[in-house]
């Protein structure tokens, strides 16, 4: 069998690849999803029928293949595998996904997470959390002058009990999908309904505890805001309030006895059991996919997503240590990929969209210098410096590489993105290339769902002895069902930011401002 290191990917739409050169045996790759004959020195990819089988497998709630994929992929790659999976399932039906990711030891906890953070659930528990936020922001000058300790307690009381009321008023808009999981363990594990109503309570915490994670106030910055505290001790009290109770000998005893429990109980755990009962679970499924219409059109697109991070991941990190591709040449022709087309020409720069899966931009631009490291240089702090309004975390891992991590919350209802990436330099004798490239590590946020960068980045190289020509890409995957309005204003971002170094570049290197991109 092939090591799982050069096991190439089950698709290509990037390139036209159909043939690689390596050394001589000869292998085949389990359930003959990939043949590899070294005896003639090639090997060849899957064909696009088979492709599309693949895809129809998993629509129809086949997930052998994905199976194979886990034994042979690196464990670090499964927490993205898991989002772009659930990300092409979720415009299908997410239920035989988490169904069977339930099962997956590899899985399980990667694909609830991720149903439990989607954009659904997150504009579901707004509908209850917001108003909450609202009280906070009116009560905390009082709780937090208040030294009296049995006053502060009533106010949070208070809040637990606006917010209990208010949940149970809006639990049937509770998402079909994760009524269906609930409803599921609740079946299979014989869970006592207070369990299904505590899972629903740790999942919604950390949205709880940062309302800017709803976007209900995006200028709230947990650790340095006046709610903070009051959040808190809200946070720490409810959850206290749901979990059991220990005799000396350790058992479980009676549910806790918070007043707030004996006001609630009944009328939560009558609703709970309401939505989550097979019959109604199973008309609310019916409802939805009579009334939400499946979009061959996005669906189409969240495989090509899928596909093309297979690709990368397999073709570009997989096998390169085997058979040494170059990272270089793999940049430089993602740079010059004939999908890329011109949809605004100035004086001095040039910008590009391509038909790739997610959002991408591509810029060309000269800048009168012959210092190719002053401009590698600058290049790279003004990627840094396109990020300086979202939260960011940056790492040396060492000189000329940096590994980041941002966070960003996006318009109300979706959730908040984040995402990890390397970005690193690179300076040969007449040209320099700066890479973006994804990390798949997981994300260390709670309730976020996963931005993917796509290989990215600039090329710098000498259009003559004093003129540099720059051509640069940026390519992501936001995740989640954004709408095409906020697509595009992500992707008008990304042109802002490219615009913006190219001023920057003028005014570091050539002492002057360009009028035209003043409009940008």
């Known amino acids: 069998m092939l090591h799982s290191k050069v096991w190439l990917p089950l698709f290509h739409i990037l390139a036209n690849i159909h043939t690689l050169h390596l050394s001589n ?64 399932c979720d415009e299908v039906d997410p239920w035989p996904l988490v169904k069977w990711a339930v099962t997956s030891a590899g899985l399980r906890c990667l694909i609830t997470e991720r149903l ?147 006001k609630w109980r009944e009328a939560l755990y009558e609703a709970m059991a309401e939505i989550l009962h097979p019959n109604t679970v199973k008309i609310a499924h019916n409802i939805f996919t009579a009334q939400v219409k499946s979009d061959e059109k996005r669906i189409k697109k969240k495989g090509r997503e899928f596909v093309l991070w297979l690709n990368e991941v397999y073709f570009m990190k997989g096998i390169q240590s085997t058979i040494n591709l170059n990272q270089r040449q793999a940049l430089l022709e993602k740079l010059n990929h004939k999908k890329w087309r011109v949809f605004k020409k100035t004086k001095d720069v040039t910008l590009y969209h391509a038909n790739f899966p997610g959002i991408s931009a591509r810029i060309d631009t000269d800048v009168r210098s012959n210092d190719i490291d002053n401009v590698i240089s600058l290049l790279f702090h003004s990627i840094l410096r396109a990020f300086k309004d979202m939260e960011t975390e940056i790492d040396l891992i060492e000189e000329k590489h940096y590994h980041i991590r941002v966070k960003q919350t996006l318009p109300y209802p979706m959730s908040p993105r984040c995402s990890s990436f390397h970005l690193w330099t690179e300076t040969l004798k007449d040209e320099g290339m700066i890479y973006i490239l994804d990390d798949p590590a997981p994300l260390q946020t709670d309730k976020c769902i996963r931005t993917s960068f796509y290989l990215g980045g600039y090329h710098v190289s000498r259009a003559d002895p004093e003129k540099l020509h720059i051509r640069g890409c940026n390519h992501v995957n936001m995740g989640g069902s954004m709408p095409q309005w906020l697509m595009g204003k992500q992707t008008s971002g990304i042109i802002a930011a490219m615009m913006n170094t190219k001023k920057m570049l003028r005014q570091e290197i050539e002492g002057e401002s360009s009028p035209e991109l003043e409009r940008y």
């Open 116 to 262: 439990f953070c989607s954009d659904r659930n997150v504009n579901y528990i707004t509908r209850f959390l917001k108003p909450f936020h609202i009280q906070v922001d009116l009560l905390t000058p009082t709780y937090n002058t208040c030294t009296d300790e049995r006053q502060r307690e009533e106010i949070v009381n208070a809040l637990l009990d606006h917010l209990l009321k208010s949940w149970v008023d809006n639990i049937e808009y509770c998402p079909v999908s994760v009524r269906q999981l609930l409803s599921h363990s609740y079946a299979t594990n014989r869970m006592r309904m207070n369990s299904a109503v505590a899972d629903t309570i740790y999942n919604f915490l950390p949205f709880m505890r940062d309302p800017s994670a709803t976007n209900s106030r995006s200028s709230f910055h947990l650790g340095n805001n006046p709610q903070t505290s009051l959040l808190s001790c809200c946070c720490t009290t409810l959850e206290k309030m749901f979990q059991p109770r220990r005799s000396a000998s350790g058992n479980s005893t009676e549910e806790p006895q918070h007043p707030l429990i004996q």
């Open 25 to 88: 045996n000869t292998y085949e790759i389990r359930g003959n999803i990939l043949s590899v004959d070294l005896t003639n020195g090639s090997i060849s990819c899957m064909s696009d029928s088979m492709a599309e089988e693949v895809l129809v497998a998993i629509k129809r709630g086949d997930f052998s293949v994905i199976e194979k994929i886990l034994e042979d992929l690196d464990q670090k790659h499964w927490p993205p595998l898991s989002d772009h999976l659930f990300e092409y």
